[in-house]
Each structure stands twice: as C-alpha cells, then as structure tokens.
C-alpha cells in the first residue's frame, strides 16, 4: 500500500513539474488539400477550406471543417504516414453531412469514443432550421462504428442536441446570474479520466453582435450505458482565466480548442485571434498539469526554447497529440490566404482556398 501510495505521489509531482518546466519547438508546418484545387459555389465564388478540429487516431489524422464542402464531406482523413501527399478521405454519414460548423474533436482518455462538437453558437426558437448548429457526435474508435447524437433530440423530424444545449445555457445562467448568456459559442472539446466532459466557450452574451470572448471552461460527466453515452451530472465552471499575451491582442483572444495529453497529465489549449476582418491573425498555445486544473490553477503560455512564448501566425483552432510529446495543430484563417512572400515560416503563411496550414510541435521537458 505504502509503494502505491508513493508511486501516485510520484506520478503527480511529475505531472506538475513537467507543466512548470515545458517549452515546445516546430519540427515542421506548411498546408495541404482539404479537396482539389478550383473547387467553386455555383455563383463561381471559390470554396474554402475552414479547417476547425482534428484529432489522431486509428493511424490517420482526422480533420473537421466549420463549413460544408460541396460534393465531399466535413469530415476527411489522411495517413500518419502521408506527410508529403496527403491523399484525403472524406467520411460519408448523415449525421456528419447534416451538422453545421464542426468545432472541436476529443478522444475519451481510454480511447474507447471518438467526439466531434459544433459550435452551438445559434437556435431558432420557432423552426428546426438552426438545429443542426447544436450538436456533439460521437462514436466507438472502432472502423464502420454508426455514429451517434449525445443527448439526442427530435424537433419536428430534425435531430440534434437541443437538450444538451438547454444544460449548457441553465450552466451559464447559473454562473453569470447577471449577464446575458443567450449566446454562446463552443470551440474546445476534451475528455479527462473517470468520464469527465469538457468544453470550452470562446464567445458569450446576448447575441452575435454583442459578446465578450472568453476562455471558459465547463465540466460534468457522463455514463456509458450499451455504448450509449448520456451526460450524468450538471455542466459547472471549472476554470475560467483571462490570457495576458500583449494589449495589441489580449481582448480578441478567445479559447479555440483543446486537448489532454493522456500520457503526461496535461491539458492543452488553444487561444487566438482575428482582427480587421481576418488580416491580421495568430494563436498561442497554453497548458496546465491535470494536477493544477483540478485545483483550478492558470493556464500558462507555451514557449520556445529561448523562453519566447510561441505564436502561430495563422488563427489555431485544433490541435491534437500525435504520439508522446508531439502535438499537432490545425489553422482556419476563414477566407484570409496568407501573405504574398513567405519571409519567415514561423510568421508567415500562405495557402490557396482549398488548403489549410498546419504545424508539428515537439514538447520539450
């Protein structure tokens, strides 16, 4: 009992210190297809690529799209080990062909479900034709698993998570009683041990054109019934903390996704920013042990190996683990493509419609 007990003690002092002394570097970014090149609405606008969410696993690197991509799917898959050319596929499923703004994805930290989120940033209270921005996905991590509807909600033949939503806004309104909370927007999905749900508010308020942005945290927790996932307890602020990066940025920064690092204790999150109708972009990445997040500590800012913190100057919205210490992260710069010349790759980016910019990074203890 006493070796268990040290052991634990151990494994927590490890996880806590592993935060306090982290620093990343780039092994590598550049951009890929999401589909082919010229791919045009049937007014000729060029479509874009919105790249939002990704997540690793059954050896492939999935990516989700916060728009629709006419003719292919919203969720769309390549190889661990196609780095060079990509080769796409898409996922073809109802439930994946009706969502709307794909957010965030998460693995469940025994890798048994697969989540995918929108973003429940809107709902018609007299139609079902917003329903299909209110929805969380989910699956078995087996090949051919039928995906599923957390919460599932049936609206005039419509299905989606209305009921979840509803949890979501009694949570908020519980938490800012004097606040407007009709709107909100979710950008960050993660699930930690013993079934713990996680999700992150990027923006909050009374409507699309008045909100604050935020780095807010919800927490509860679900059960598994027949491999049927239902929630089990009430959504509650976990952990809520205001990003100090520079004044120039810090009141556009709003939470755009997250992870748990599984194999280290740790949690990772995404802030970013857009500002002059997407001209000027860029993201920093921050992380706290599972240790301090449960005793509701900061969120601390990633940096490089000079002690710089490090910022992506495309708008970071996924990032996932691809094995030990490696994290990948996945841009949407909406329909901004970058600059003319690429100076410094680190700062600068460019892409066509149809691409989206991504990093590797390697966490350094």
Request: charged share 25%; proline share 3%.
């Amino acid at each position: 009992m006493k070796k268990i007990i040290f052991s634990t003690i151990i494994a927590l002092l490890t996880a806590s210190s592993f935060a306090q002394n982290l620093s990343a570097r780039i092994l590598r970014s550049g951009c890929f297809d999401c589909f082919q090149d010229g791919l045009k609405m049937n007014d000729s606008t060029p479509i874009y690529c919105e790249a939002s969410a990704c997540l690793s696993y059954q050896k492939q690197i999935f990516i989700a799209s916060d728009k629709a991509i006419p003719g292919k799917s919203s969720l769309f898959s390549f190889k661990l080990s196609d780095f060079k050319s990509f080769k796409m596929k898409y996922v073809q499923d109802t439930l994946i062909q009706t969502g709307a703004k794909f957010e965030d994805m998460a693995l469940s930290s025994n890798k048994e479900f697969v989540f995918l989120t929108t973003s429940f940033d809107r709902v018609d209270i007299n139609s079902n034709k917003l329903d299909n921005y209110n929805m969380l996905l989910y699956w078995k991590n087996q090949e051919g698993s039928p995906i599923n509807i957390l919460e599932r909600t049936e609206n005039k033949g419509k299905l989606s998570s209305l009921n979840l939503r509803k949890k979501i806004l009694d949570a908020l309104k519980s938490i800012y009683p004097n606040s407007p909370t009709e709107y909100f927007k979710i950008e960050g999905i993660c699930i930690l041990p013993d079934q713990r749900l996680l999700l992150g508010i990027r923006e909050l308020g009374k409507d699309y054109a008045n909100f604050q942005y935020k780095v807010l945290i919800l927490e509860s927790t679900y059960l598994v019934e027949r491999d049927e996932i239902r929630i089990n307890s009430k959504f509650k602020k976990a952990l809520e903390f205001t990003p100090k990066i520079n004044e120039e940025v810090d009141k556009y920064l709003g939470l755009s996704g997250l992870v748990y690092d599984s194999q280290n204790q740790q949690i990772y999150l995404l802030t970013s920013f857009e500002k002059n109708e997407g001209d000027l972009s860029g993201a920093f990445l921050w992380n706290i042990s599972l240790t301090d997040y449960e005793k509701q500590g900061v969120f601390q800012p990633v940096k490089n190996e000079m002690g710089q913190i490090i910022e992506f100057a495309d708008k970071a919205e996924g990032l996932c683990m691809l094995k030990k210490n490696t994290l990948f992260v996945i841009c949407d710069a909406d329909r901004y493509l970058g600059v003319e010349k690429i100076e410094d790759p680190i700062k600068d980016f460019q892409r066509k419609p149809n691409q989206a910019t991504y990093y590797v990074l390697k966490i350094n203890k």
